[in-house]
Antibody, heavy 119, light 110 residues
Framework: EVQLVESGGGLVEPGGSLRLSCAASGFDFTGAWMTWVRQAPGKGLEWVGRIKAKTSGETTDYAAPVNGRFTISRDDSKNTLYLQMNSLKSEDTAVYYC??????????WGKGTTVTVSS | QSALTQPPSASGSPGQSVTISCTGSSGDVGGYNYVSWYQQYPGKAPKVMIYEVSKRPSGVPDRFSGSKSGNTASLTVSGLQAEDEADYYCGSYAGSNNYVFGSGTKVTVL
């Protein structure tokens, strides 16, 4: 079964840092392009960023609101995707989803992990 | 990158059809045949219903169909059923390795 399981969410103060993880199983993670998507409470979906497979250079791209503060990385030996979030702001409060970017669309989604930025 | 524009709500009676629009620009919807649609129930993760404008993943009922004209894509749900009541988001490749979602539409089955 194809599965993505996010973890690492929680409560963090403004200006703080948090690292999310996403454990993948049931598909060729090494060859997969992966993305992070977030959803603020009561709001719509927002693309956070994407990392390509190692064979495609493992390059990353980010949405403007998080560029320079968030970093996406992967450990193919552990089938795990990461999202390092620094300088967190209240507007980063959201459910964060890990997704498999299959060619042109987001094919598989995790259940999400909640990040709350508040003092 | 601004969100694609969707109507906040749409509704129909069981058995009827409902169509949701998704308007972007030549830099996203109009420039690529990479529009997809996602269904989301409250408190759940989204699920892809349509990809590459009009293709359905296996397991998605053929009541769901997609199309595109210029900078506007559309999702049509025919033969509405109670289980179709959900939020729907369009998404599109937006060039320069970016991706953009629509603002979302809440579909109500009357």
């Amino acid at each position: 079964e194809v599965q993505l399981v996010e973890s690492g969410g929680g409560l963090v103060e403004p200006g703080g840092s948090l690292r999310l993880s996403c454990a993948a199983s049931g598909f060729d993670f090494t060859g997969a392009w992966m993305t992070w998507v977030r959803q603020a409470p009561g709001k719509g979906l927002e693309w956070v960023g994407r990392i390509k497979a190692k064979t495609s250079g493992e390059t990353t791209d980010y949405a403007a609101p998080v560029n320079g503060r968030f970093t996406i990385s992967r450990d193919d030996s552990k089938n795990t995707l990461y999202l390092q979030m620094n300088s967190l702001k209240s507007e980063d409060t959201a459910v964060y989803y890990c997704t498999w970017y299959y060619y042109s669309y987001l094919d598989v989604w995790g259940k999400g992990t909640t990040v709350t930025v508040s003092s | 990158q601004s969100a694609l524009t969707q109507p906040p709500s749409a509704s129909g009676s069981p058995g009827q059809s409902v169509t949701i629009s998704c308007t972007g620009s030549s830099g996203d919807v109009g420039g690529y045949n990479y529009v997809s649609w996602y269904q989301q129930y409250p408190g759940k993760a989204p699920k892809v219903m349509i990809y590459e404008v009009s293709k359905r993943p296996s397991g998605v009922p053929d009541r769901f169909s997609g199309s595109k004209s210029g900078n506007t894509a559309s999702l049509t749900v025919s033969g509405l059923q109670a289980e179709d009541e959900a939020d729907y988001y369009c998404g599109s490749y937006a060039g320069s390795n970016n991706y953009v979602f629509g603002s979302g539409t809440k579909v109500t089955v009357l």
